[in-house]
């Protein structure tokens, strides 16, 4: 394989499939210009998470002291593999933080693949670091595998597990199953939204008006604990500019679906989610938390999942980290992971045994103080 343009990093070869070439984008206007063939590809991802848009918004709201290297391969003019990466010092890490609901490189085929994984494992990086894996399925093998073959050493780590509602039932079986979990009379709450507060339900709907509608739900929002905490949308410019740039984007595609609750006019629940693969994908909710005693945040997810089953969809991802009020709705549960490996060299070895032996001792060690 070789390299196709003059910005590129010259890579170290990548065997068994001549036909394809390799190339790293190391150059955000590169980048910008392989965003249809990326799309043409990206289109048959199970999740929204492979679109151009995503990563290029990413890099421009979160990659402060990175380095673009984005690994493609090409068969002729066609990309058929990519892996969305950046540079940060000697180490080579995914296009990953905690507003990452998930990442896996993608390619045509599994022999694509194989070669994808092969071309980011042989790089010089001391370490190549790579987060949001779903800990299952032929993608974290084919990493392995390929950081076995290069000599490195890899360590993996568990990180969230995202709850999601299977909706291949009916939503009669849905209820009488997950009802003894909500822990509120939410239907009867719903009534009394109707009855005493006027209340309107828009569930799962393009936005008529997309800038009032998203900054209206970004307010709600950061209105309670979130805001509180520094963790909502709003709390940092550079986390505002990223999900007010991705809404956009997917709202261009057809994909941005608003949800939200109105009691006497005022918007007291709101979810910003996308739907792609019959799917639904919650990005961001929350609920004014004056009317926590009407549990509208519960009622609105509640109210989504029944409309999903209306529209015939196939479920609702729930994402991010596993917590209490997702698991008064889930009937699943998907578990990522990140890895890490190593080149056989003093620093990165270094790394790696701290990873490997020392951190988990250490946090042995500091359980046990505390459960004394």
Not at 240 to 246: G, I, L
Not at 252 to 275: H, N, P, R, T, Y
Not at 302 to 320: N, T
Request: glycine letters at 8%; a positive charge.
């Amino acid at each position: 394989m070789r390299n196709l343009k003059p910005n590129a990093e010259r890579p170290d070869r990548v065997t068994g499939v001549p036909e394809l070439r390799l190339e790293w984008i190391v150059d955000e206007h590169r980048f910008a210009a392989v965003e249809a063939a990326w799309d043409l590809l990206a289109a048959k991802e199970p999740s929204p998470f492979a679109r151009h848009a995503w990563f290029a918004h990413w890099w421009r709201a979160f990659a402060v002291d990175a380095s673009l290297r984005v690994c493609v391969l090409w068969e002729g003019d066609t990309l058929v593999g990519a892996a969305p990466l950046v540079g940060e010092s000697r180490r080579l890490t995914a296009m990953v933080n905690d507003h990452t609901p998930l990442y896996a490189p993608f390619a045509r085929d599994e022999r694509v693949l194989a070669a994808l994984a092969e071309a980011v494992m042989g790089t010089g990086s001391g370490e190549v670091e790579l987060g949001a894996l779903p800990s299952d399925g032929e993608v974290l093998r084919r990493l392995r595998r390929a950081s076995d073959e290069a000599g490195r050493s890899a360590v993996e780590e568990p990180q969230h597990v995202s709850p999601f509602v299977d909706m291949s039932g009916s939503f009669e079986q849905f209820k009488a199953e997950s009802k003894p979990r909500w822990g509120a009379p939410l239907e009867r709450f719903r009534r009394k939204m109707g009855r005493e507060h006027g209340a309107t339900f828009s569930l799962a709907e393009s936005p008529v008006d997309l800038d009032r509608e998203l900054e209206r739900g970004l307010r709600v929002e950061s209105s309670g604990w979130k805001g509180r905490a520094g963790t909502s949308i709003l709390s940092q410019a550079s986390t505002a500019s990223f999900y007010r740039s991705v809404a956009r984007a997917y709202h261009g595609f057809g994909e941005l679906k608003l949800s939200g609750i109105s009691l006497d006019g005022q918007l007291v629940a709101f979810d910003m989610s996308l739907l792609h693969n019959n799917r639904l994908w919650l990005l961001k909710t929350g609920f004014d938390e004056s009317y926590r005693r009407l549990a509208p945040g519960l009622v609105l997810r509640l109210s989504i999942i029944e409309r999903g089953f209306e529209l015939g969809l196939a479920g609702h991802e729930l994402l991010g980290d596993d917590s209490e009020w997702k698991r008064k709705f889930a009937n699943g549960h998907r578990a990522h992971c990140r890895l890490r490996a190593y080149r056989a060299r003093p620093a990165p070895m270094f790394r790696y045994a701290y990873r490997r032996w020392t951190r988990p001792r250490l946090r042995r060690m500091y359980h046990r103080v505390r459960s004394r």
